[in-house]
């Protein structure tokens, strides 16, 4: 490169350089920091005696990443040179050219010391005692975007640039820069690289690539462990014969086919549960989540799977317990309703009663009806606050209380007033429950029933002739005060006449678009029911609380029908 001939006719010398430089640089290593040097040394001596190299990184800033020359004689003097300039940015002449994006001839440097901005006396100590007399500064531009700038001096040749030196700058500039930029692409690429290897190697779940013929490219650690392959043995395999059973392998191909064929996809983008296939043919379940990797050229796919055997161990384990749990809700709130209505002298007697939710937890509604000598019978409707144990407990003391209650006396009001009495010193407060208590005597055209309530929902009566109306004085909660207000009222069911009984789950559901039942709604619904036997009086109301809230009770629905046949 030395022995150019300084004398050469400035084409023929430009052409000369070019011809030796473009191999150099269309060879040149794919490593960053060797490019820089490669292209600091076409330069020096050929084109110049001192040659700096910065490059403009990501965030803006300007970073030197070569500073050499002829009296350099190794790296080491480079560095200590390199040392000697301030750490203050680019000069003005290379702030020029890096705004314009053109280069910048300076004939005489020592007299443009003179009047740059921007430059440190250190700086222009050294330009002086290193003898700079002519320089080049020309953007380094790669792809429409200028990436650094190089700066070239002469020195203790004695050359003086011209314009022709400058026209054999840029043309290597153009071919330089993009040597730079490529080997800088290499280089993110290699560290893109290292990072998707980082984490092939270190994720919990197998990735698995595959091309678009379905043959696997990629088979990370996880996925050795989790399928019982080692990589080198299924890298080139076809995926459906080496992870997914052979009764799927059929639907997989048909799948892959399909979406190449027309763009249909109906795993990729979702995150789904299949059964995968271990090496020794054994079948397990997986999530499987599958995406498209953007690359030119035909589609390539990565699987990401999870092996959720012991999740689906674990939700087996729950869901038996679940049903276990159920099922002992179900015969604890069994043991607290009465298995069976006794048959009622003279009247027609049903109840319904519907658990919300799964039924996985014991409610607070109850109703029980017994005889309490002679003549006499009672029915009773509950509800005891929340759920769970505490409330069964509740519920066991309220139906005891009341059966022996009932047995010292007749008038229902004081039936509650001790059942108040009995919540208090069991539980101190605590938990409270409303009630209506319901006393039935036969009388001369049918029954009368007198009942008090205690902060339930007042009973409604439907006459035969499908009129609807309350029956009772609204009372306070039991449980919670020492002194409640307790009324009786009483009134005379004739043929075709029934009381219906029920707690707040039948007027309180709710739809999905906020419509209440509401007491108006029930009222309505009774008197459609006039003239029809208990039973179906029972179903219709829970049957209606039930359809308008979609199937899904938010809360447990009890009713209870005592009717006077026509």
């Known amino acids: 490169m030395a022995d150019i001939a300084q004398d050469q006719p400035d084409a023929l010398r430009r052409l000369a350089f070019l011809e030796v430089s473009g191999p150099v640089l269309l060879a040149a290593s794919t490593d960053f920091a060797s490019v820089i040097e490669q292209v600091a040394h076409l330069v020096v001596p050929a084109l110049a005696d001192w040659c700096a190299i910065d490059i403009i990184e990501d965030d803006g800033t300007v970073r030197r990443v070569a500073f050499t020359g002829v009296d350099v004689a190794d790296a080491e003097t480079a560095a200590r040179l390199q040392a000697l300039l301030p750490d203050s940015g680019p000069t003005q002449p290379m702030l020029d050219a890096l705004r314009s994006g053109r280069s910048l001839l300076i004939p005489d440097v020592q007299t443009g010391l003179e009047t740059w901005q921007n430059v440190e006396p250190a700086h222009a100590e050294l330009v002086r005692r290193l003898g700079f007399r002519s320089t080049i500064i020309v953007p380094l531009v790669a792809r429409g975007r200028t990436i650094g700038i190089a700066t070239l001096s002469t020195s203790t040749s004695g050359r003086t640039y011209g314009e022709a030196d400058l026209h054999l700058a840029e043309d290597l500039a153009l071919r330089a820069a993009l040597a730079v930029d490529n080997a800088r692409l290499f280089e993110a690429i290699g560290h893109a690289e290292a990072r998707k290897s980082a984490i092939l190697e270190s994720a919990i779940d197998a990735i698995v690539s595959m091309d678009h013929h379905g043959l696997i490219t990629d088979f990370n650690p996880a996925a050795e462990r989790i399928f019982g392959h080692a990589r080198g043995d299924v890298i080139g395999g076809r995926l459906s014969e080496t992870i997914i059973p052979r009764w799927l392998r059929e639907r997989h191909e048909s799948a892959r086919e399909r979406y190449l064929e027309t763009g249909e996809a109906h795993l990729i983008g979702r995150r789904v549960e299949m059964v995968g296939m271990r090496r020794d043919g054994a079948e397990f379940p997986i999530e499987l989540a599958v995406t498209r990797v953007d690359v030119p050229g035909p589609p390539t796919f990565t699987a990401y799977i999870r092996d959720i055997t012991e999740q689906k161990r674990a939700e087996h384990e729950l869901f038996e317990s679940r049903e276990r749990f159920a099922q002992m809700a179900r015969t604890l709130q069994e043991s607290l309703l009465p298995p069976h209505l006794p048959e009622v002298p003279g009247v027609q007697v049903a109840a319904r009663y519907r658990a919300a939710g799964a039924g996985n937890e014991v409610g607070g509604d109850f109703y029980d009806v017994w005889h309490t000598g002679g003549d006499g019978w009672a029915m009773v409707m509950g509800d005891v606050q929340g759920k769970g144990a505490d409330a069964a407990a509740v519920t066991a003391l309220a139906r005891y209380t009341l059966r022996a209650a009932a047995m010292q006396s007749r008038r229902p009001s004081r039936v509650l007033a001790q059942l108040n009495e009995a919540i208090l010193r069991q539980r101190g407060g605590d938990r409270f429950c409303t009630a209506v208590y319901a006393r039935v005597r036969p009388s001369d055209r049918g029954v009368r029933i007198t009942v008090a309530i205690g902060g339930h929902p007042l009973p409604l009566l439907l006459r035969a002739d499908g009129t609807v109306e309350p029956l009772g004085k609204p009372g306070t909660l039991l449980g919670l005060l020492e002194h409640v207000e307790l009324r009786e009222e009483a009134a005379e069911l004739l ?43 029972a179903e219709r109301v829970s049957q209606a609380a039930l359809e308008l809230q979609g199937g899904d009770l938010r809360d447990d629905v009890a009713v209870l029908v005592v009717r006077v046949p026509a």
Do not use: H
């Open 495 to 537: 043929p075709g006449d029934a009381l219906v009984m029920f707690t707040d789950g039948v007027t309180e559901a709710r739809s999905s678009e906020g419509r209440v039942f509401g007491e108006y709604r029930l009222r309505e619904l009774l008197a459609t029911c006039a003239g029809l036997e208990a039973f179906v009086v």
